[in-house]
């Protein structure tokens, strides 16, 4: 386990927040280095496409605050990266590591349900960007109420459900250390190494899932994620790649 905040990124710890994207919105253009906001309790947290993100009191809510260089393809899949860090931080303090697994294209699913999610948002102008902020969401103690779950979609739960018993602060800790090792890793040696740690932690890999797009759907093999971090989903209609969508499991 990790035992000290990583060398060169900073910490920014607040008791509540509408969430802690938003926060980070309103601070990205005063941070200068890669900087967590973590927040004891958000009041207003989204998830993808809007979706209301519940945030039960002793779960983790954080957003980390970054300002690279690449192009918008390169920075999107920081996503992957996230993906592996919380894998490690969530193996690292429970020690089961068959326990967890990742599911396309930003969750962390805990024997099958949804443990963790991801959200990714960036500014900028002209084609380039100015910030990226990652946010994350982790369900230690508590997983929200099922009642308006869609059908089909993957039931959460909480890290409290097999007897684990993980405060925000040794999880921030954890996660901020982990993060800081994969990005390294993305910097120096590309996508090539992190799609293959990601893809060796896959949810349903070879099984039959459900891609739900704006406009369409697609049901065929999950084969995989490509260079660029699409789906890659063998259809009865032939290969297709997906950039987004959400995923359901049959």
């Known amino acids: 386990m990790s035992t000290e905040w990583p060398a060169g990124y900073g910490l920014i710890t607040l008791e509540s927040v509408d969430s802690t994207m938003a926060e980070a919105n309103r601070r990205a253009g005063t941070i200068s280095g890669p900087t967590w906001i973590i927040a004891k309790t958000q009041t207003a947290a989204h ?6 993100w519940s945030n039960p009191k002793g779960n983790f809510a954080g957003t980390l605050v970054l300002h690279p260089k690449d192009p918008p393809e390169i920075v999107s899949l920081r996503s992957f990266v996230a993906a592996l860090a919380l894998f490690e931080a969530c193996v690292a303090l429970t020690g089961r590591p068959e326990a967890f697994s990742l599911k396309w294209p930003n969750d962390v699913l ?141």
Not at 47 to 52: F, H, L, T
């Open 47 to 52: 998830g993808r496409r809007g979706r209301a």
């Open 110 to 250: 805990l024997h099958g349900g949804k443990l963790a999610g991801i959200l990714l948002a960036s500014a900028g102008q002209g084609g380039s960007l100015d910030s990226l902020a990652i946010g994350i969401g982790v369900n230690l103690k508590e997983a929200p109420n099922t009642s308006e779950l869609e059908q089909h979609a993957v039931a959460p739960t909480s890290l409290q459900s097999i007897g684990a018993s993980v405060d925000t602060e040794d999880f921030a800790l954890e996660l901020a250390a982990a993060y800081a090792k994969w990005e390294t890793q993305f910097v120096t040696y590309g996508f090539a190494p992190i799609r293959e740690a990601w893809l060796a932690k896959a949810a349903r890999l070879g099984d039959v899932i459900t891609a739900r797009t704006v406009g369409e759907e697609h049901s065929g093999t999950f084969e995989g994620i490509d260079a660029a971090g699409n789906l890659i989903l063998q259809t009865s209609k032939g290969l297709r790649e997906i950039a987004a969508a959400d995923v359901y499991f049959q």
